[in-house]
T-cell receptor, first 111, second 111 residues
Framework: GEDVEQSLFLSVREGDSSVINCTYT??????LYWYKQEPGAGLQLLTY?????DMKQDQRLTVLLNKKDKHLSLRIADTQTGDSAIYFC???????????FGTGTRLQVTL | DVKVTQSSRYLVKRTGEKVFLECVQD?????MFWYRQDPGLGLRLIYF???????EKGDIPEGYSVSREKKERFSLILESASTNQTSMYLC??????????FGEGSWLTVV
């Protein structure tokens, strides 16, 4: 079955770049997502990438996809205290409706 | 603007009670989902629905049932609540572009 893995915790200083990593096992994944969850809230879609892309940039966010290694990363430039949250990666295949999530990475931004 | 509404944010129920969690979306999406979120386990899919009156089991359907009588509403039912169902429950709906939108979550405590 599908499996998505993330490290549980990352701490960075304000102003530095953060890189959150994710690995997945399903080679038929067609869409890969990054979601952000702030305390007590639901999940907010940050960005997504199609499997035929290597990179996607959206303001301070850069998503890199290595299909060969089944590795996805999210880079946040100039990390701010408001970026402190849990970040989930998720994948889905084109024909299936469900989304498989990783365990989430808690990003802590220190001053 | 996209909206998925979970009517109950915080509930406390007794063991053995029947519990209804309601979710409404206003985007005319076909697909709707119920996940539960537990620390260190990420999001796990309970049930999903791809059309009115249609449902599919997710990864952890035991102890749950669902109802989709209208396109905009997807209900999660705990027939006889147990303490191991204490969790945060997230409803989501999916657009044709494969973007999944989440509600704010329902925190359920079973005592």
């Amino acid at each position: 079955g599908e499996d998505v893995e993330q490290s549980l915790f990352l701490s960075v200083r304000e102003g530095d770049s953060s890189v959150i990593n994710c690995t997945y096992t399903d080679s038929s994944s067609t869409y890969l997502y990054w979601y952000k969850q702030e305390p007590g809230a639901g999940l907010q879609l940050l960005t997504y990438i199609f499997s035929n892309m290597d990179m996607k940039q959206d303001q301070r966010l850069t998503v890199l996809l290595n299909k060969k290694d089944k590795h996805l990363s999210l880079r946040i430039a100039d990390t701010q205290t408001g970026d402190s949250a849990i970040y989930f990666c998720a994948e889905t295949t084109g024909t299936a409706s469900k989304l498989t999530f990783g365990t989430g990475t808690r990003l802590q931004v220190t001053l | 603007d996209v909206k998925v509404t979970q009517s109950s944010r915080y509930l406390v129920k007794r063991t053995g009670e029947k519990v209804f969690l309601e979710c409404v979306q206003d985007m005319d999406h076909e697909n709707m989902f119920w996940y539960r979120q537990d620390p260190g386990l990420g999001l796990r899919l309970i049930y999903f629905s791809y059309d009115v009156k249609m449902k599919e089991k997710g990864d952890i359907p035991e102890g749950y049932s669902v109802s989709r009588e209208k396109k905009e509403r997807f209900s999660l039912i705990l027939e006889s609540a147990s303490t191991n169902q204490t969790s945060m429950y997230l409803c989501a709906s999916r657009s044709g572009r494969n973007t999944i939108y989440f509600g704010e979550g329902s925190w359920l405590t079973v005592v």
